[in-house]
């Protein structure tokens, strides 16, 4: 019997319309099931089109996405938003709603009974060390506050891939230290981990498998150490520099 992959891209196109060129030109990847996999590139690489477009914001021209065996288009939402979690850059939360009335929004938006809601919210809330503030405004928090609710709300329906875009970004340390020991606990349990980041030490110590994108392709796909032997690098910054150069891509 075949194994199934938790994501598997075949021939993806995509093109933004006010942008001339063909933007993903025939892209595919696998990645497996219960993967820590690791997508990096420079600004402008493709990266949060391709995540975008694996979590259904956006809507490719061509090609297919298929998140265990589940095809993304195909599909009825409920059916696929069960199987994946989005923790994106950009707060995905209620700042007038408390963090219990945020999970508790979410939890109905998932599909999950009253009960279920409530048990995965204390467990969450308790683990992100939330509880003293469980009640109070998420506009009043700080930053790293608010990425806890972000992830939370990302995880509370136990889904079978998470899909990561920037966690950790404006946090401290320990704020810091302390969702990477986390994620590391939910993959131990089964949960695939899909992460990019431009924090490429904190990637390091997070991911299993790497692909490495520029210019809308992937141009490296393989174990971190793999890489890093084949290119005669010593880590993932090094790698990530000699691959897409040291020019300047903020602009």
Request: glycine residues 8%; negative net charge; aromatic residues 8%.
């Amino acid at each position: 019997m075949a194994v199934i992959p938790a994501i598997h891209i075949e021939n993806l196109h995509f093109h933004y319309e006010k942008e001339s060129g063909t933007f993903l030109n025939g892209l595919s990847l696998t990645i497996p099931e219960n993967d820590r996999f690791g997508l990096f590139g420079p600004n402008g690489a493709g990266k949060s089109t391709l995540m975008n477009l694996m979590t259904g914001i956006l809507k490719p021209e061509l090609g297919t996405i298929e998140l265990f065996g589940t095809d993304l288009q195909q599909n009825h939402k409920k059916a696929v938003k069960k199987i994946f979690g989005f923790v994106p850059q950009d707060f995905s939360f209620y700042n007038e709603l408390s963090p219990l009335e945020n999970l508790e929004f979410f939890g109905a938006w998932y599909g999950m009974s009253a009960k279920e809601t409530r048990m995965a919210s204390d467990e969450l809330l308790e683990v992100m060390n939330l509880t003293s503030v469980r009640n109070k405004s998420v506009g009043q928090f700080s930053g790293g506050m608010k990425r806890r609710v972000n992830l939370a709300i990302g995880v509370m329906h136990k889904p079978k891939i998470l899909f990561l875009d920037e966690p950790t970004v404006g946090v401290d340390v320990q704020t810091r230290h302390a969702i990477i020991e986390f994620l590391l606990e939910l993959n131990k349990k089964g949960m695939t981990l899909v992460y990019t980041s431009h924090q490429l030490s904190e990637a390091e110590s997070l991911c299993e498998n790497i692909a490495l994108m520029d210019e809308g392709k992937i141009i490296a796909q393989n174990k971190l150490s793999i890489l890093c032997e084949e290119y005669k690098e010593e880590g993932l910054e090094g790698l990530f520099l000699n691959l897409t150069g040291k020019a300047y891509r903020d602009m």
